[in-house]
């Protein structure tokens, strides 16, 4: 056989092609996962944006954090996550990434000016809310919504007036889960409305929020005999398996003297947008269980109907909604019981709804109480009230600090005498997660000069008219915490007495003479009264053996 000896620069060629040929293939396979890489990028921020449009923020907010770490990141990636982060209320890092944006970008969007200058007065920077509070009023001068927020900022003391008097307190049934709303059912049990996981075979969460779905819960109180506002709480359980929704029971309201309620759960069936949407549905509780008796008639589900508040008589209903006819993303709505049904849902106009949200408005008496970020407050939303005279809404009024923060305050009930009740609020952990927080209005103003007369009977069945004045006895006021005495006074020759109260607790006064020794017991008004005049009767029978109860 005859052997063909190749040329070298044959093969040197041929070497040159395959290495030619592997060269394409490999770029057009990185080409290829790069292009790859790419699209799937894009689809990523895609979906994000849908997610932030659909107003799953805390979805596209993950997706965008994500995207941020990737080395190619679009140019508007911070404004991106600024919005996210102050829709689902994280404020500090919406701030952050604001300030980012803003140094590689003169302008914003006007929008985006005044979420950046909402997000500062939510973290206490005041002075440069007001600079970009400012721009937004001077790309929109008639705007009152700029102009309500540069007036609050300007006149911030006003919100503090009565902050002495008021107090909020945390409540001690929180968990690391939302607590949004908490309303008085009785004298011994409260209703509330969590997101706390219920016991389930298969957890569901709520992708929007990427946590369990919200539900009533029912737990009983007692009071904590030291403090002026604080409860304690125990046996929390489910209210009712009759009222347990396939997702979100969200708000609730109690009316006819406990005996019916009025609450907005998901729907059941998806609307053609694939939502569960908020509607209104009424239960009547029979024979000790919650019975749901029917559906508010102008339910619809291409909106969310929600966050209900209703007379006792249950005759005039109000809620929240973002129907497309609305001042804002959401306003509230009344509607009027009639021997047909329901009215159509009735706009309360622009005294009350401004072209951003109100929430969660509580009846008391003759006073309406709602959440808005609308209107001038300390922070995102607010508390506010306002009174209903011959058919008509007066003059808006801020619950001030403490109730307000400059953080967010959504939920608000009180009880029948409009001086205790509780509010929900982030102030602790700001973001998704919402606390039940305990108030209290109008309280006495500690150190207290208390006077009055002090008095003796040897009976207690003899008659008023053989009262004898106690004069010159000596009287300890002592804290029962302790025992601890906290201050002394003697009556006058009159039984006439002036007596110091430092601060609010549990009293009793003992009481003493030649010929007496013993305690009475003394209470101190946990509200402001006009009256603090005191008269008190030693009943020789009761008071001749106080000394040794009490040192039993």
């Given at each position: 056989?005859?052997?063909?000896?190749?040329?070298?620069?044959?093969?040197?060629?041929?070497?040159?092609?395959?290495?030619?040929?592997?060269?394409?293939?490999?770029?057009?396979?990185?080409?290829?996962?790069?292009?790859?890489?790419?699209?799937?990028?894009?689809?990523?921020?895609?979906?994000?944006?849908?997610?932030?449009?659909?107003?799953?923020?805390?979805?596209?907010?993950?997706?965008?954090?994500?995207?941020?770490?990737?080395?190619?990141?679009?140019?508007?990636?911070?404004?991106?996550?600024?919005?996210?982060?102050?829709?689902?209320?994280?404020?500090?890092?919406?701030?952050?990434?604001?300030?980012?944006?803003?140094?590689?970008?003169?302008?914003?969007?006007?929008?985006?000016?005044?979420?950046?200058?909402?997000?500062?007065?939510?973290?206490?920077?005041?002075?440069?809310?007001?600079?970009?509070?400012?721009?937004?009023?001077?790309?929109?001068?008639?705007?009152?919504?700029?102009a309500g927020r540069i007036w609050r900022l300007s006149n911030l003391t006003y919100l503090y007036e009565d902050s002495i008097r008021n107090m909020a307190h945390y409540a001690k049934l929180n968990s690391n889960y939302s607590e949004l709303q908490m309303v008085k059912v009785s004298e011994k049990e409260v209703y509330l409305v969590s997101n706390q996981p219920q016991v389930e075979m298969i957890r569901k969460l709520d992708i929007k929020e990427n946590a369990p779905f919200y539900n009533l819960r029912k737990v009983e109180t007692y009071e904590d005999p030291f403090s002026i506002v604080a409860l304690n709480y125990e046996n929390l359980k489910p209210a009712d398996q009759n009222l347990k929704a396939q997702f979100h029971l969200s708000a609730i309201n109690i009316f006819d003297d406990g005996n019916q309620m009025v609450y907005a759960s998901s729907a059941k069936q998806k609307n053609e947008k694939g939502n569960h949407p908020l509607q209104l549905y009424f239960a009547k509780k029979k024979r000790g269980k919650w019975v749901k008796v029917?559906?508010?008639?102008?339910?619809?589900?291409?909106?969310?109907?929600?966050?209900?508040?209703?007379?006792?008589?249950?005759?005039?209903?109000?809620?929240?909604?973002?129907?497309?006819?609305?001042?804002?993303?959401?306003?509230?709505?009344?509607?009027?019981?009639?021997?047909?049904?329901?009215?159509?849902?009735?706009?309360?106009?622009?005294?009350?709804?401004?072209?951003?949200?109100?929430?969660?408005?509580?009846?008391?008496?003759?006073?309406?109480?709602?959440?808005?970020?609308?209107?001038?407050?300390?922070?995102?939303?607010?508390?506010?009230?306002?009174?209903?005279?011959?058919?008509?809404?007066?003059?808006?009024?801020?619950?001030?600090?403490?109730?307000?923060?400059?953080?967010?305050?959504?939920?608000?009930?009180?009880?029948?005498?409009?001086?205790?009740?509780?509010?929900?609020?982030?102030?602790?952990?700001?973001?998704?997660?919402?606390?039940?927080?305990?108030?209290?209005?109008?309280?006495?103003?500690?150190?207290?000069?208390?006077?009055?007369?002090?008095?003796?009977?040897?009976?207690?069945?003899?008659?008023?008219?053989?009262?004898?004045?106690?004069?010159?006895?000596?009287?300890?006021?002592?804290?029962?915490?302790?025992?601890?005495?906290?201050?002394?006074?003697?009556?006058?020759?009159?039984?006439?007495?002036?007596?110091?109260?430092?601060?609010?607790?549990?009293?009793?006064?003992?009481?003493?003479?030649?010929?007496?020794?013993?305690?009475?017991?003394?209470?101190?008004?946990?509200?402001?009264?006009?009256?603090?005049?005191?008269?008190?009767?030693?009943?020789?029978?009761?008071?001749?053996?106080?000394?040794?109860?009490?040192?039993?």
């Amino acid at each position: 056989m005859k052997l063909i000896h190749l040329p070298s620069i044959f093969i040197m060629f041929n070497k040159i092609a395959v290495l030619f040929t592997l060269v394409v293939l490999f770029s057009s396979a990185n080409l290829k996962a790069q292009e790859s890489v790419f699209s799937a990028f894009n689809q990523s921020l895609a979906d994000a944006d849908k997610a932030f449009i659909a107003e799953n923020y805390r979805k596209a907010l993950s997706i965008y954090e994500s995207i941020a770490q990737n080395e190619n990141t679009p140019d508007n990636i911070d404004l991106r996550l600024a919005r996210s982060y102050f829709f689902t209320f994280q404020y500090e890092k919406a701030v952050q990434h604001y300030g980012q944006y803003e140094k590689t970008n003169l302008e914003f969007p006007t929008e985006d000016y005044f979420y950046f200058a909402e997000a500062l007065s939510s973290t206490g920077d005041r002075k440069r809310a007001l600079h970009y509070y400012q721009i937004c009023l001077d790309k929109k001068p008639n705007n009152e919504l700029y102009a309500g927020r540069i007036w609050r900022l300007s006149n911030l003391t006003y919100l503090y007036e009565d902050s002495i008097r008021n107090m909020a307190h945390y409540a001690k049934l929180n968990s690391n889960y939302s607590e949004l709303q908490m309303v008085k059912v009785s004298e011994k049990e409260v209703y509330l409305v969590s997101n706390q996981p219920q016991v389930e075979m298969i957890r569901k969460l709520d992708i929007k929020e990427n946590a369990p779905f919200y539900n009533l819960r029912k737990v009983e109180t007692y009071e904590d005999p030291f403090s002026i506002v604080a409860l304690n709480y125990e046996n929390l359980k489910p209210a009712d398996q009759n009222l347990k929704a396939q997702f979100h029971l969200s708000a609730i309201n109690i009316f006819d003297d406990g005996n019916q309620m009025v609450y907005a759960s998901s729907a059941k069936q998806k609307n053609e947008k694939g939502n569960h949407p908020l509607q209104l549905y009424f239960a009547k509780k029979k024979r000790g269980k919650w019975v749901k008796v029917g559906d508010y008639e102008h339910n619809n589900p291409e909106f969310n109907i929600s966050e209900p508040a209703i007379s006792n008589d249950g005759n005039r209903l109000i809620f929240s909604a973002n129907f497309i006819n609305g001042l804002g993303e959401k306003d509230l709505y009344v509607s009027i019981k009639t021997e047909e049904g329901w009215s159509e849902p009735e706009n309360l106009g622009d005294n009350i709804n401004t072209e951003r949200d109100e929430r969660f408005p509580f009846f008391h008496q003759s006073n309406l109480y709602f959440s808005s970020n609308g209107h001038p407050g300390l922070g995102g939303f607010d508390l506010y009230k306002v009174k209903l005279m011959d058919g008509n809404y007066q003059e808006l009024e801020n619950l001030g600090y403490p109730v307000n923060s400059k953080f967010d305050e959504l939920s608000f009930s009180i009880d029948s005498l409009g001086q205790q009740g509780f509010l929900s609020s982030n102030r602790k952990n700001q973001g998704f997660d919402f606390d039940i927080y305990e108030f209290a209005l109008d309280l006495q103003i500690y150190p207290l000069s208390v006077e009055g007369t002090i008095k003796f009977i040897e009976h207690n069945w003899m008659d008023s008219t053989e009262l004898k004045v106690l004069s010159n006895v000596e009287m300890e006021l002592v804290d029962r915490t302790g025992n601890k005495v906290v201050a002394k006074t003697r009556s006058d020759a009159k039984g006439n007495f002036n007596l110091k109260v430092p601060y609010y607790s549990k009293y009793k006064i003992r009481i003493r003479d030649e010929d007496l020794d013993g305690f009475v017991s003394f209470e101190v008004p946990k509200f402001a009264k006009q009256d603090l005049s005191y008269e008190i009767v030693v009943v020789n029978d009761d008071f001749k053996n106080s000394l040794r109860e009490e040192n039993e």
